[in-house]
């Protein structure tokens, strides 16, 4: 079954603790995004990806670092979470770019306190 | 910094009505698309467009590319319960540009 994956679902951490939160997907996607979603504000993209190697940011890249090393693998990293950084997380891909239909994956609900 | 605005925020109405959801911004995108997301889950693709004017219709829904490709409506005919849920538009300056998602619009259809 074509999908994207994330890890974990939810998350509770404190201040300053690194987490890591995984996403996968199973399609030979090219481009991979991160998405924070809050209330009223809608999906904002944090970062994005066209290819292994190749990272870019998006609208609220702050705090946030993403890597790609491996086209199906796209991690988002907090490397000092603040509870500011609260939100849904989503991860997407899509076959070759930001314009093209993005799958969703399940959403990862984190909470920094 | 690039915007996209959605109205209205909120909609709730009986089954059966029919009804309009907007999509506005000041810039040019080479395509919009629009996605419904339901409580717990990630957002789910319904239709691009990609041609100024372009209209396209997914059974009650019909959606509509402004002629300048700023903006977007959705419009839902005879809307059912199973049509609850939040329109998110979508829009990239260029195939592989960064994407801006406007705020929602949180549809409630009464039974």
């Known amino acids: 079954e074509a999908q994207v994956t994330q890890n974990p679902r939810y998350l509770i951490t404190v201040t300053g603790k690194k987490l890591t939160v995984t996403c996968s997907q199973n399609?030979?996607?090219?481009?991979m995004s991160w998405y924070r979603q809050d209330p009223g504000l809608g999906l904002r993209q944090i970062y994005y990806?066209?290819?292994?190697?190749?990272?870019d940011k998006g609208d609220v890249p702050e705090g946030y670092k993403v890597s790609r090393k491996e086209k199906r693998n796209f991690p988002l990293i907090l490397e000092s979470p603040s509870p500011n950084q609260t939100s849904l997380y989503f991860c997407?891909?899509?076959?070759?770019?930001?314009?093209?239909?993005?799958?969703f994956g399940p959403g990862t609900r984190l909470t920094v306190t | 910094t690039q915007l996209l605005e959605q109205s209205p925020q909120f909609l709730s109405i009986q089954e059966g009505e029919n009804l309009t959801v907007y999509c506005n911004s000041s810039?040019?995108?080479?395509?919009l698309q629009w996605y419904r997301q339901e409580p717990g889950e990630g957002p789910v693709l319904l239709v691009t467009?990609?041609?100024?004017?372009e209209v396209k219709k997914l059974k009650r829904l019909t959606f509509q590319f402004g002629d300048a490709r700023k903006d977007s409506s959705l419009h839902i005919t005879a809307a059912q319960p199973g049509d609850t849920g939040l329109y998110l538009c979508?829009?990239?300056?260029?195939?592989?540009?960064?994407?801006?998602f406007g705020p929602g619009t949180s549809l409630s259809v009464i039974p």
């Open positions: 990806s066209m290819n292994v190697e190749v990272t």
């Open positions: 399609m030979n996607h090219e481009y």
């Open positions: 810039s040019v995108f080479s395509s």
């Open positions: 979508a829009g990239a300056q260029t195939s592989y540009d960064k994407v801006i």
């Open positions: 467009v990609v041609t100024g004017g």
């Open positions: 997407a891909s899509s076959l070759l770019g930001g314009s093209y239909e993005q799958y």
